[in-house]
């Protein structure tokens, strides 16, 4: 199977968003200053200069994919006990949001009160209509969550918006059992550690590489790179390894300070350009 970059895969009818290099992801929205996995944190990520999103996904009671980080919701809602044990009409009742105002009170903002956990088929619905990438990360497979991968498969086709969705996980089985139900999705595998990574992605015909940033270096990219994968680099917020992974050709970075690492490319893009023109235009090479 032909690897699509997260160019060619981008194609619906009208413009995406910028193409500069490496994208900007926001890591669960704008994490760092919004409540995770929620509506309000994905549209502050954009208006901060992220070109797409990252969320995860778990399965209500009723079997509907919900998108919230913790299998249990004591965390991050009003709630407590695991995801797995209610409807997903109970869960859109739990307040998503006044947790981040009395854990970060310099941040709190009074439309954090009241947030929602988003469905998956909403969370979708958000991104294909601001046509930016979406990286949805399934948490627990189908040995934990029976039927999750076609679950998930099932609403990205109703929704429409396969050519902007990549699905990752840190769980190989899963991945397989996704690419077993379509064979053109785009798969991203997440790991910690790069052992068997590669292998593991010609195996399911991934598009991606998905390491820690601190795993990644020019060489692991370089090495990627040759065999047709993208790099796309999590749990990375600090401006040092930032200017690093970007110096290094990584496609993407998950960051959950989407407006500091914008902010950064487009310095680093402006310092190379100033160079190049301080060196003066390229002499043409001799006829003959």
């Not at 869960?91 to 954090?112: C, E, I």
């Not at 065999?227 to 970007?246: F, H, T």
């Amino acid at each position: 199977m032909p690897i699509r970059t997260l160019d060619a895969a981008a194609a619906p009818e009208k413009p995406v968003r910028s193409c500069a290099r490496p994208l900007i992801i926001a890591h669960r929205g704008a994490a760092a200053d919004a409540p995770e996995n929620t509506l309000l944190a994905f549209d502050l990520a954009l208006d901060r200069g992220a070109e797409g999103i990252e969320f995860d996904v778990h399965l209500s009671s009723d079997d509907v994919p919900v998108v919230i980080h913790d299998p249990r919701l004591d965390r991050t809602t009003s709630g407590c006990g695991r995801v797995r044990d209610r409807k997903s009409t109970a869960l859109r009742r739990l307040d998503a949001g006044t947790w981040f105002n009395r854990r970060y009170p310099s941040k709190a903002r009074a439309q954090n009160t009241g947030l929602k956990v988003p469905l998956l088929r909403e969370a979708l619905a958000w991104a294909r209509e601001r046509n930016c990438r979406v990286f949805v990360e399934i948490k627990e497979g189908g040995d934990v969550y029976p039927g999750i991968e076609a679950k998930v498969l099932d609403e990205i086709a109703r929704v429409g918006i396969a050519p902007l969705c990549t699905v990752i996980s840190f769980n190989f089985p899963t991945l397989e059992r996704c690419r077993n139900l379509d064979r053109s999705l785009r798969l991203g595998i997440i790991f910690s550690r790069p052992v068997h990574a590669l292998a593991q992605a010609r195996a399911i015909s991934a598009a991606s590489l998905h390491p820690h940033w601190i795993f990644s270096s020019p060489r692991f990219v370089r090495h990627t790179h040759r065999a047709g994968l993208e790099v796309v680099v999590w749990g990375i917020d600090r401006l040092e390894p930032l200017r690093k992974q970007i110096a290094s050709g990584v496609d993407a970075l998950i960051t959950e300070h989407p407006a500091r690492a914008a902010d950064l490319r487009s310095r680093m893009s402006k310092s190379v350009t100033d160079q190049l023109r301080a060196r003066g235009p390229t002499p043409d090479p001799p006829i003959g």
